[in-house]
């Protein structure tokens, strides 16, 4: 029997029912497969600022460190939005990417057959499905560079910065040529080479990576490109390359098109096998604590999670399963509700799952 320790950081608004949810169908996987799974609930974001007066206390990073793998919910709210930068919820996050090095994040957008009608764009151009992978560096480029206060031009300003290593771009391109050849071999790599110093160091050093990796097609686009491509034809892609801040914008985009921005997974890999794996929606607290949260992104989390950090793909393929058995069987949380289904709530549809896994 293999023996797993998660920690769990379930966070603020719908970040604990939806985790709730993906413990209890972790535990089914457990059963069936024969596996122990220990979970330690520890607090980072707005529950943590209440109770510690600090977005991300020390005890939660040790005990993250100190597991085989993270499992976060979502953080923040509107009840923090006045609590000063450098402590609000949303630093928590970058807190815990940061301090587990966690600098490649992959971010599926998958389109379920059962809900392409949720899909905003024209059924002809997402014809067949959708299957993008977003590898986005996460502990770089503006998010972390250089910031502050000083005075401009025009008076007193505030400025961020983005800036890039080679070291730090080889790395990321390197998981992403790997993502690439395990899926259709095919790279794109975004950037905005033609305003950005940080953007040409980066396409210099994917082309260079490249040689390494003759059987991937890689091509550049600049991210306005990406952006307006994304929409035009989705299908184009298979997996993007890009930096923290593009890829936040782009992996919302294509979230949205596959029409199920509640049930996206996501994954943040360092160079070991510990990662932190969330839902890529955020703490949606205009719904928390009313059983309607769809719990199928952290559901899909926690396959990720088998998959890559315990390397249980059997156990990863059989909650995949399970999800698309019951979205095929009719069953709607509210917010992908359509005439004719079932509708269900949060702690049923984690339930719908479970059982499905069981069968
Ligand atoms: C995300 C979120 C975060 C980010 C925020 C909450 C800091 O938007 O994970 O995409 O920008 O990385
Ligand atoms: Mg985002």
Redesign the pocket.
């Given at each position: 029997m293999a023996e797993f320790n998660i920690a769990v950081v379930a966070g603020d608004g719908i970040g604990p029912e939806v985790t709730g949810e993906a413990v209890k169908v972790l535990e089914k996987i457990g059963e069936k497969f024969n596996h122990k799974f220990n979970f330690t609930y520890v607090k980072a974001g707005g529950c943590a600022i209440d109770e510690f007066g600090k977005c991300l206390p020390e005890e939660t990073l040790e005990v993250c460190k100190k597991s085989d793998s993270v499992m976060l919910g979502a953080v923040?709210g509107p009840k923090w939005d006045n609590v000063e930068g450098a402590n609000r919820p949303?630093k928590a996050?970058?807190g815990l990417r940061e301090g587990l090095g966690l600098f490649t994040n992959l971010r599926p957008a998958t389109m379920h057959k059962a809900l392409a009608d949720a899909c905003p764009l024209k059924p002809e151009i997402v014809e067949g499905g959708l299957d993008i992978m977003i590898v986005r560096e996460l502990t770089g480029g503006i998010y972390f560079g250089d910031r502050g206060y000083r005075q401009g031009k025009y008076g007193e300003e505030a400025y961020d910065t983005e800036a890039y290593s080679e070291t730090e771009v080889k790395r990321i391109a390197k998981n992403a040529f790997e993502v690439a050849m395990q899926r259709n071999k095919n790279l794109v790599s975004v950037d905005k080479a033609n305003v950005l110093e940080s953007s040409r160091l980066w396409r210099k050093t994917v082309d260079e990576m490249s040689k390494d990796y003759p059987e991937v097609k890689v091509s550049h686009m600049y991210v306005d490109n990406a952006a307006m491509q994304l929409v035009r034809n989705p299908k184009q892609f298979d997996v993007i390359v890009t930096s923290n801040m593009f890829g936040?914008i782009l992996?919302d985009e294509a979230s949205m098109i596959t029409g199920s921005i509640g049930l996206l997974p996501s994954a943040s890999m360092g160079a070991g096998t510990l990662g932190m794996y969330e839902p890529?929606h955020g703490s949606a607290p205009d719904i928390a604590g009313q059983n309607k949260a769809n719990p199928i992104a952290a559901i899909l989390s926690a396959a990720m999670m088998l998959k890559y950090s315990f390397k249980l793909d059997k156990e990863a393929e059989a909650i995949e399963n399970a999800v698309t058995e019951v979205l095929e069987a009719g069953y709607r949380t509210p917010d992908i509700m359509s005439e004719g289904m079932k509708a269900v709530g949060t702690i049923e549809m984690g339930e719908v799952i479970a059982n499905a896994i069981m069968k």
């Open positions: 923040g949303e996050l970058l936040d992996s890529i």
